[in-house]
């Protein structure tokens, strides 16, 4: 199974608002990152949580994380058209390794 | 810096074909990680290559196998395909393994491989 859930699953907004995502997942992290993936092409690296953090911005995303809650939102402030994605929030529990569990993803679609 | 490559883009195959993929990661990245995604299972990490070493696993039966070479080009092979085999594959390169020197290195995607199996 895999190791995050995401909320919502679809998400419709329009252009100028805020769109907030929320991942949950089971077990302890290292990390958390957040991705982003055009229709059925490859993922694009937004954003790297650590454990040891609580809130991380870049640019207009803000991240945050909870770890007695296991679980992290992502939002993205003032949202343009080509924001729209699927977005996916990965978490990596095991030490040098590089095998990520992806949750289920927030499909975002921003109308112009 | 050229991005990573994956080739062929698109492959359609039959049941009980086999299938290989290849993936290039980008230049001076020595750590390459194949993930499986589909509607139902999302995405799925399959296993992961250093140094022409597979160093992680996903749960995946042996059908599933993979190699590295010592440009660290990497190949995923499929053997006796399934309908459940149909998916989007990526692979995804970074400069070492994670967390390696206590850092967390950063995975860049390829675009993927669409393989449908009829």
């Known amino acids: 199974s895999q190791q995050g859930e995401e909320d919502p699953q679809a998400l419709s907004i329009q252009e100028g608002e805020n769109a907030t995502m929320n991942c949950s997942y089971k077990?302890?992290?290292?990390?958390l990152q957040w991705y982003r993936q055009n229709s059925g092409r490859g993922l694009v690296h937004l954003i790297l949580?650590?454990?040891?953090?609580r809130e991380k911005h870049s640019g207009r995303l803000r991240v945050t994380l909870d770890t007695s809650k296991k679980s992290s939102s992502l939002l993205i402030t003032a949202s343009r058209a080509a924001d729209t994605a699927s977005y996916f929030c990965?978490?990596?529990?095991?030490?040098?390794?590089?095998?990520?569990?992806f949750g289920t993803g927030t499909r975002l679609t921003v109308i112009p | 810096k050229a991005g990573v490559t994956q080739t062929p883009r698109y492959l359609i195959k039959t049941r009980g074909q086999q299938v290989t993929l290849s993936c290039s990661p980008i230049?001076?990245?020595?750590?390459v990680s194949w993930y499986q995604q589909t509607p139902g299972q999302g995405l799925q990490f399959l296993f992961e290559?250093?140094?022409?070493?597979?160093?992680n696993k996903g749960n995946f039966p042996g059908r599933f196998s993979g190699r590295q070479f010592s440009n660290s080009r990497s190949e995923m092979n499929v053997s006796t395909l399934e309908l459940g085999d149909s998916a989007l594959y990526l692979c995804?390169?970074?400069?070492?393994?994670?967390?390696?020197?206590?850092?967390?290195?950063?995975?860049?995607f390829g675009p993927g491989t669409r393989l449908t199996v009829l």
């Open positions: 995804a390169s970074s400069v070492l393994p994670g967390l390696a020197g206590g850092r967390v290195n950063e995975q860049f």
């Open positions: 077990t302890s992290i290292n990390n």
């Open positions: 949580i650590r454990s040891n953090e």
């Open positions: 990965a978490t990596d529990v095991g030490a040098g390794a590089n095998n990520l569990f």
């Open positions: 230049s001076g990245h020595r750590s």
């Open positions: 290559y250093f140094s022409e070493t597979q160093r």
